[in-house]
């Protein structure tokens, strides 16, 4: 099943660069980044030491419901770009050992029994065969230590 990783959207991240509130109304704040470990949520590469960031908490759903996580995530408080990713590649800030990968229906509610700590190496392995199940319309890859949002994946149209 080809599927493409998918970052932050640009209107979003415009949103936040232009000091728009947060998901809890609060103004993102302003960090500079020592160069270990700050993943950007829109480029999906990481801040590099002594570039400006943003922190922010966001709640990447359409709507306010039961199911819509909201947690801390980075930001380049400046422009930056998603990666040409071929379908099934790994976004370049997905290093760590391991990942909450969890699928989500239609309505953005979590399917249940889709979640999983999966390896860095299986990531694509456990997306494909999430995304074969027709309840499942998207893939959320989280942190497994801190449960922070990353991206998702979806079906390549």
Do not use: K
């Not at 080809?2 to 991240?13: C, G, K, L, R, Y």
């Not at 570039?51 to 908490?57: M, Q």
């Not at 306010?64 to 400046?78: D, I, N, Q």
Request: aromatic share 10%.
């Amino acid at each position: 099943m080809p599927f493409t990783f998918e970052p932050m959207d640009p209107e979003t991240a415009a949103h936040f660069r232009a000091g728009g509130p947060d998901a809890y109304g609060n103004a993102p704040e302003r960090a500079v980044s020592e160069g270990t470990g700050v993943p950007c949520r829109r480029c999906m590469g990481f801040v590099a030491a002594n570039d400006p960031y943003l922190i922010v908490a966001w709640r990447p759903f359409s709507r306010l419901h039961p199911y819509a996580e909201t947690g801390p995530v980075f930001l380049h408080a400046e422009h930056c770009a998603p990666p040409q990713l071929e379908p099934g590649q790994l976004p370049p800030f997905l290093n760590s050992p391991d990942y909450i990968v969890r699928g989500y229906s239609a309505d953005e509610r979590i399917v249940y029994g889709t979640g999983e700590v999966t390896g860095l190496e299986a990531i694509s392995t456990s997306v494909d065969a999430l995304l074969t199940d027709p309840a499942v319309d998207a893939v959320h890859i989280r942190s497994a230590r801190n449960n922070c949002y990353h991206c998702r994946a979806v079906r390549t149209p």
